[in-house]
Every structure is written in C-alpha cells, then in structure tokens.
C-alpha cells in the first residue's frame, strides 16, 4: 500500500520553488507561486519512485468560471515542472514533480488515490477545467 508523507518545511519548499535549476528561464521577479500543498509519495505506482505532489487548493466557484490567473497560474506550473522534471531525468534523479489544482468537491478522490497507487495519473475537474479553457 503507497504511503504519503508531508513534505512542506518553508526551507524546502523556498528551495524548490525560488531557485530552480540555473537553465530554466526565470519568471518576472514579480511573480510569485506559493502552492497550498507539497508532499511526496516514495512509492509509486506500487513500484518504489520518488514523487513530490504540489497541490494548490481552491474554491468550487473555480469550475464554474476560472479565473485567468488561475488559468495562467495553471499554465505557468506545468511548464515549469515539465521542464523539472526533464531536467531531474537528465540528471539521473529518481524525483519527479506533479502539480495539481484541487478543489473540495475532489478531495475525498484526491486522498483515496494514494491508497489506490493511482496519485500519479490524478487529475483533479479543476485540472481538468484549467487545461480546457487555458
């Protein structure tokens, strides 16, 4: 059974976030992403991988009508983590990123998938929703 354990000391997550390999593009220093969550999950898919979920929780009304930081927001994080990620791969690293948007009406999912070895295939409807309108 996959196993959670939370992974949100400031230190880390001010590490992660704010300094990302020197190749990346940068954003505008006015920028500014703080997640709501960041977690990691050792196992993987019921094989043992190294995997730190960045969750950002919003409100239902976001499903309805997405607001356009939020859909820029969205866009921004998965292109910064893709390029992570490929950048962790080149490196030989077992640690891959996944970034979700998550809202109340999925969060009994979002927790049971873990449980399930499901977590790196989730997306939320708000994930969902972003990626269609963005």
């Not at 196993?3 to 020197?22: D, K």
């Not at 043992?48 to 927001?73: F, H, M, Q, T």
């Not at 292109?79 to 969060?107: C, D, I, M, T, W």
């Amino acid at each position: 059974m996959a196993q959670a354990r939370l992974w949100c000391t400031p230190t880390r997550v001010s590490a992660v976030l704010a300094r990302p390999p020197t190749a990346f593009p940068r954003r505008p220093a006015s920028a500014r992403f703080d997640p709501s969550y960041l977690f990691r999950n050792r196992i993987v898919c019921n094989k043992l991988g190294d995997r730190i979920y960045v969750v950002e929780i919003k409100g239902d009304e976001e499903l309805a009508e997405p607001s356009e930081e939020n859909i820029k927001k969205n866009e921004y994080a998965l292109a910064h983590f893709a390029r992570l990620n490929e950048h962790l791969a080149a490196e030989g690293s077992p640690v891959r990123y996944q970034f979700n948007f998550l809202s109340p009406k999925n969060f009994n999912a979002f927790f049971q998938a873990p449980r399930d070895g499901k977590l790196a295939w989730f997306r939320s409807e708000l994930d969902v929703r972003l990626g269609e309108v963005g």
